[in-house]
T-cell receptor, first 110, second 115 residues
């Protein structure tokens, strides 16, 4: 059974800092890994999707990497802003279903 | 396009009552999913559907039933609500379940409180 773990559970940083969120998974036989953002009381918004054959994806200040062999992914956020405050979830898809981590709640202080 | 919509947005039920949550998507997606999210936790798959007329069990199916009579709609039913079913329910859809580039699109969620 696939298990997804996200560390840390919560993170608070001052504005402008670069930061890394971590996601690990137990079964490397995945189709893709996806990072989502969730604002309080809202649904999930897809940020980046890394296919199993890819190593990383970039979108603006966000960069996500994937190391299937070690079962790890990182989400790098550059020059953080208060508007980045949200919960970030990673999910791995292994053919039939997606398995989600519990999320990292990020607070960026002005 | 509205994407994925969910009805209702919020509902309070008494133990033993029944209700149906409606999910609709206008992207002509084949695959649809129902998840629940509990405080401090990720999403857990309840049921999913790979096409009109099909349904399958996910990770936590007990106490729920689903139907996919039309391609654009996926209904989640609670026959006899229990306090343990208090949660936020998310619907999602995707065009294909098995392509590596495929992403899921999520609805805004339904908050359910069972007293």
């Amino acid at each position: 059974k696939q298990e997804v773990t996200q560390i840390p559970a919560a993170l608070s940083v001052p504005e402008g800092e670069n930061l890394v969120l971590n996601c690990s998974f137990t079964d490397s036989a995945i189709y893709n890994l996806q990072w989502f953002r969730q604002d309080p009381g809202k649904g999930l918004t897809s940020l980046l999707l890394i296919q199993s054959s890819q190593r990383e994806q970039t979108s603006g200040r966000l960069n996500a990497s994937l190391d299937k062999s070690s079962g790890r992914s990182t989400l790098y956020i550059a020059a953080s802003q208060p508007g980045d405050s949200a919960t970030y979830l990673c999910a791995v898809r292994d053919g039939g279903k997606s398995t989600f981590g519990d999320g990292t709640t990020l607070t960026v202080k002005p | 396009n509205a994407g994925v919509t969910q009805t209702p947005k919020f509902r309070v039920l008494k133990t033993g009552q029944s209700m149906t949550l409606l999910c609709a998507q206008d992207m002509n997606h084949e695959y649809m999913y129902w998840y629940r999210q509990d405080p401090g936790m990720g999403l857990r798959l309840i049921h999913y559907s790979v096409g009109e007329g099909t349904t399958a069990k996910g990770e936590v199916p007990d106490g729920y039933n689903v139907s996919r009579l039309k391609k654009q709609n996926f209904l989640l039913g609670l026959e006899s609500a229990a306090p343990s079913q208090t949660s936020v329910y998310f619907c999602a859809s995707s065009s294909n379940q098995d392509r590596p580039a495929e992403t899921q699109y999520f609805g805004p969620g339904t908050r359910l409180l069972v007293l």
